[in-house]
């Protein structure tokens, strides 16, 4: 029996977009091919206990190290050689090193090499020593966008050939609400009947600093979504709304009832977030920059990421003007429905497949 191992181990605390892409295909992959055996590697500590319908249905096995811990590399090893699988499947940017086994992976961005602020003498070795030779040897490598396969060639020095696009979804759990679920939602997290979303996180290429000196001359007030403190450390005024991480059910409140969902990010090898709002038919405000041009394109509006009065004009426009916002939200909609983990599954799928002589 065919035996295929996904890396896992990235899962834990709040869900980020590569966590929510390995979880997704471990529980979309394995009845598209019921007579494999799959498993899931995760961390020491397991995957977190409240992840709803994200929850592996797979068996899981657990790595002695956490990921990217110093000791990950020879427990990586030591974990794939005890399961001997067909394939592993390393689903982010942290590759074995010590096992040489058959390898399909996905590299979601260069933001670690391409940004200078993601720069350090560990990561830079670490992709230089580690990432970029194992990718060269691997049975096949994924991405995400065509933004990021340009980016991920040029600066790891590969055939851009040899990076397959397989595009992330949105879950149909993303969809637009009823008004009542937006009102009671308000309600509850203390929210005015208008505000702005912003999300991201302190991170610097999320750009949150753009909206920071923007955010007391909005029309409405903004309610930030970028981890628990981030307001503080980001130096918002104590009039900005802060929520801590929110479960998906009311995430996807969260994007429905705001005037715009604002997504100032200059750096996205994807875009999950703006994905995920327009699927809501949340009205979006996204940097024109990276791989938003591709995943929000005509269906929301594009501004210059560094240019504070152009998203203060965009964030006015739509408050002001309701068939703008009608005709974004319709439009996110339509253009979310494209985008299918179904699909990314299902092509995956076919990868492992080429990757192991199935096909």
Request: net charge positive.
């Amino acid at each position: 029996m065919v035996k295929v191992v996904i890396d896992l181990r990235m899962v834990r605390g709040p869900l980020h977009g590569i966590a929510r892409y390995a979880l997704e295909l471990a529980r979309r992959i394995p009845p598209l091919e019921p007579g494999w055996q799959f498993v899931g590697l995760t961390g020491p500590s397991g995957v977190p206990g409240d992840l709803g319908e994200l929850a592996p249905r797979i068996p899981l096995v657990k790595c002695s190290a956490d990921f990217l811990a110093p000791a990950e590399q020879p427990a990586l090893a030591a974990a794939l050689a005890r399961l001997e699988p067909d394939l592993f499947h390393a689903t982010s940017f942290s590759v074995p090193a010590l096992w040489w086994g058959p390898l399909v992976a996905t590299l979601h961005d260069a933001n670690h090499l391409a940004l200078p602020e993601g720069r350090s003498r560990t990561r830079t070795a670490y992709y230089r020593l580690v990432v970029g030779p194992r990718a060269r040897r691997a049975r096949a490598l994924i991405t995400v966008s065509e933004f990021s396969r340009l980016e991920l060639a040029r600066h790891l020095e590969l055939p851009g050939e040899r990076l397959q696009v397989i595009s992330n979804g949105v879950d149909a759990a993303f969809r637009a609400p009823p008004p009542s679920e937006l009102d009671d939602f308000r309600a509850r997290r203390g929210l005015p009947p208008r505000y702005f979303a912003a999300i991201g996180s302190i991170k610097p290429h999320k750009n949150m600093k753009v909206l920071r000196s923007i955010a007391t001359a909005l029309p409405a007030p903004l309610a930030l979504l970028a981890g628990r403190g981030a307001r503080r450390a980001l130096g918002f005024d104590e009039s900005v709304l802060e929520l801590s991480p929110l479960p998906d059910a009311d995430l996807v409140r969260f994007y429905a009832a705001a005037c715009a969902v604002l997504v100032p990010s200059y750096y996205e090898g994807f875009g999950l977030p703006a994905l995920e709002a327009m699927a809501c038919g949340g009205p979006v405000i996204a940097a024109d920059a990276g791989a938003h041009r591709e995943v929000v394109g005509s269906a929301g509006l594009l501004v210059d990421p560094h240019d504070e009065a152009a998203w203060k004009a965009a964030c006015q426009r739509v408050f002001r003007d309701e068939a703008l916002r009608r005709q974004l939200s319709e439009a996110g909609i339509t253009r979310a429905s494209r985008f299918s983990w179904d699909e990314c599954a299902q092509r995956t799928l076919q990868v492992y497949r080429r990757a192991m002589g199935r096909a």
